[in-house]
């Protein structure tokens, strides 16, 4: 690089436009390792921190309110200047401002004034913009070696932090001290004197950050006519990276132009410092319960001023959170480090489209190839229990080893449900019996116990009476159902648990006292359920013979 007489420019004539004070100035107190653990150690190194803390932000104005509430007592507890009389008529008007203190919502104030505060700090910092994204899709689609296609991806990076450079020295502090003019961006290489002439030709009156993004925009354009494009696919894509990181900056300038209204600043910081002004008249007296102390402790004095100091720390450093998140874009200690995300974006983004440009390793087989994947971890950690990710019901375990599945019954179909009916009963291919042990397996796990079949639909059937509106549904008579649709109803009890099925595969019998109901003259015992199930796999069967059947009759 060149100035304008021919004479190359050193580097050290990069940090002319710099001042001194402001090399001095280091912003965002970072304290993550501090607290990296939570221990009363991690607390002391949290406190004790200077810069960027609460005892900075409120010492001065701590240091006021106590030399004015000092001096108030001494003017209210001295006879130099108070009569008894005077004395009394003072504490009169302390109490009164006391009680009515809490007529500023101070809490509710604050509260809300920082939540907005924080939430557009949020948005603030969402919008800085990293040029990482986008210079890597530049490398990736932007191909060629020779020196055009260089100074292409090279000029499409840096046209891109020239604009965040010309919207930063016009929206924070720190950056126009740094650039107080456009030769100082000249000579800090974020622009050329050819661009800086097309800058200064523009006769819009308005602020010309459009200018490079336009640039930006055209090479990408020329990279696609010349074919260093692969397809217009992949222009249109690049196209969006650079306009969004455009729109990020708008929205900063967005955030500068219309900040939060004037009058809701004005109130809250008014109402804190009226606050604890009133303070220093309302607490100068001693009252327990609205009467003087009946012993004279000359300690007790110092309850309401050390009271008074805490609150006024906790209440004014809420406030100075919100003062210097106003705006982080200027120069207190927590704000945006905005010249370094210039240097930064224009160092990593012409890395990543020139020197990292099409290199990468070679192909090779990873340690884990054949074997099984299992990191190494330090001895230090290799002891730490670790906490997988399992689902809070993985482990549940089912206490039965067969589960009998069916529909869901719901209140209008449980009213409707009647074993002497064969209408209303649900057909049997709606019943599954599956086994837990085994999920993915069929139906052919049926074979259960007597004893545990016959607890399954002792459950279902009580569920389906608890959810009728009437109790009166009973079972009066003998009742076989077998599931596949044939229901038969037996005259004689007896006859009807001694005629069993004999093709059948299995018997699911209720317990002799399934179901028993006391009605109001009498109680009735609920006679014995004998289900014939069959299993999926013998109803396929079924089913298929059947077709052929069919399709040898016709």
């Known amino acids: 690089m060149v100035d304008k007489e021919g004479n190359p420019i050193k580097r050290r004539r990069l940090l002319w436009s710099i001042p001194p004070e402001a090399t001095e100035i280091a912003m965002t107190v970072s304290y993550n390792l501090d607290v990296s653990s939570a221990s009363i150690i991690s607390f002391l190194r949290l406190q004790l921190r200077w810069r960027g803390s609460i005892w900075k932000s409120v010492l001065k104005e701590l240091a006021m309110f106590v030399f004015a509430f000092s001096c108030v007592s001494i003017v209210y507890r001295t006879d130099l200047f108070l009569s008894k009389q005077q004395r ?5 008007f302390a109490a009164l401002f006391d009680q009515t203190m809490d007529f500023i919502p101070l809490t509710f104030m604050l509260g809300f004034f920082v939540t907005i505060i924080v939430r557009r700090w949020n948005d603030i910092f969402a919008n800085l913009g990293w040029i990482d994204n986008t210079a ?44 107080p003019a456009l030769d100082a961006i000249v000579a800090a290489g974020f622009m050329l004197e050819t661009e800086k002439d097309l800058l200064n030709d523009s006769n819009l009156r308005y602020a010309r950050y459009f200018l490079p993004i336009e640039w930006c925009t055209s090479l990408l354009y020329q990279a696609r006519s010349e074919g260093k494009i692969g397809a217009d696919l992949l222009m249109n894509e690049l196209s969006k990276h650079v306009l969004e990181f455009r729109k990020g900056l708008a929205q900063l300038c967005n955030f500068d132009w219309v900040p939060i209204p004037l009058a809701y600043p ?30 004279e402790n000359p300690l007790y004095p110092l309850v309401p001023f050390i009271m008074s100091a805490l609150q006024f720390v906790f209440v004014v450093g809420w ?44 192909l090779e087989k990873d340690v884990f190839w054949s074997t099984d994947v299992e990191p190494l971890y330090s001895s230090d950690t290799a002891l730490i229990p670790k906490n997988p990710q399992i689902g809070s019901a993985a482990n549940y375990e089912m206490k039965d080893e067969e589960v009998l599945m069916m529909p869901h019954v719901d209140d209008m179909l449980g009213d409707e449900l009647d074993f002497k009916d064969s209408s209303k009963l649900i057909p049997r291919k709606h019943y599954s019996v599956m086994s837990v042990a085994h ?26 009476n608890n959810r009728s509106n009437s109790r009166q549904k009973l079972y009066n008579s003998w009742s076989q159902a077998t599931l596949n649709g044939n229901f038969q109803m037996d005259d004689n009890a007896e006859e009807g648990t001694t005629n069993r099925h004999k093709n059948s595969s299995m018997l699911l019998r209720a317990p002799e006292n399934l179901l028993d109901y006391e009605g109001n003259d ?33």
């Open 266 to 295: 004005q109130v809250v910081f008014l109402a804190v410092r009226s606050y604890f002004l009133m303070s220093v008249v309302a607490r100068q007296s001693v009252l327990i319960d609205g009467q003087p102390p009946a012993d």
């Open 439 to 464: 999920p993915f397996g069929s139906g052919t796990s049926l074979p259960v116990t007597r004893k545990r079949s016959a607890f399954a639909f002792d459950a279902i059937t009580r569920k389906i």
């Open 522 to 554: 009498n109680s009735i015992s609920m006679q014995k359920l004998s289900c014939d199930l069959t299993t999926v796999e013998e109803e396929d069967e079924e089913r298929a013979k059947s077709t052929l059947d069919k399709s040898h009759g016709s």
């Open 319 to 362: 406030m100075k959170v919100a003062e210097s998140m106003i705006n982080p874009l200027g120069e207190d200690d927590d704000d945006f480090e905005c010249n370094f995300l210039l240097d930064r974006n224009l160092s990593v983004g012409l890395s990543i489209v020139d020197e990292c440009y099409n290199r990468q390793p070679d």
């Open 136 to 179: 890597i899709m530049v490398a990736t689609y932007i191909r060629g070696d020779d020196d055009r296609t260089r100074m292409m991806r090279r000029s499409v990076v840096r046209y891109m932090v020239l604009t965040q450079v010309l919207v930063f020295r016009d929206i924070s502090l720190q950056v126009r001290r740094r650039f």
């Open 88 to 92: 009394k008529i003072w504490d009169n």
